[in-house]
Nanobody, 123 residues
Framework: QVLLVESGGGLVQPGDSLRLSCVVS????????MSWFRQAPGKEREFVAA????????YYTESVKGRFTISRDNAKNTLYLQMNSLSPEDTAVYYC????????????????WGQGTQVAVSS
């Protein structure tokens, strides 16, 4: 069984940084295309960033480009999301997701999801 466990969320002030982690267990993370999604209160879950299996190519939603960086350490079976210059609009539950064969933006095509980690940005 493959499990994804996120950590690193918290309450921060505007302009602060956070680094989220997602540990994959049950199978090597290099087998999966991996992404971060987020869901704000009252809104649909949305794509944030994705990274190919090798970590060679990253994709970002427009609103986080230049502020967020997705990376992975396959030796540690871990996916990261470095978030800088956080704003209140980034407040959401952040989820990591993994798929073996999917279309990046298609939520229902992901095979595995973590339980989420809360990020709150407020002054």
């Amino acid at each position: 069984q493959v499990l994804l466990v996120e950590s690193g969320g918290g309450l921060v002030q505007p302009g602060d940084s956070l680094r989220l982690s997602c540990v994959v267990s049950g199978r090597t993370s290099s087998a999966y295309f991996m992404s971060w999604f987020r869901q704000a209160p009252g809104k649909e879950r949305e794509f944030v960033a994705a990274l190919t299996r090798s970590g060679g190519t990253a994709y970002y939603t427009e609103s986080v480009k230049g502020r967020f960086t997705i990376s992975r350490d396959n030796a540690k079976n871990t996916l990261y999301l470095q978030m800088n210059s956080l704003s209140p609009e980034d407040t959401a539950v952040y989820y990591c997701a993994a798929c073996s064969d999917c279309t990046m933006l298609k939520i229902d095509q992901y095979d595995y999801w973590g339980q989420g980690t809360q990020v709150a940005v407020s002054s």
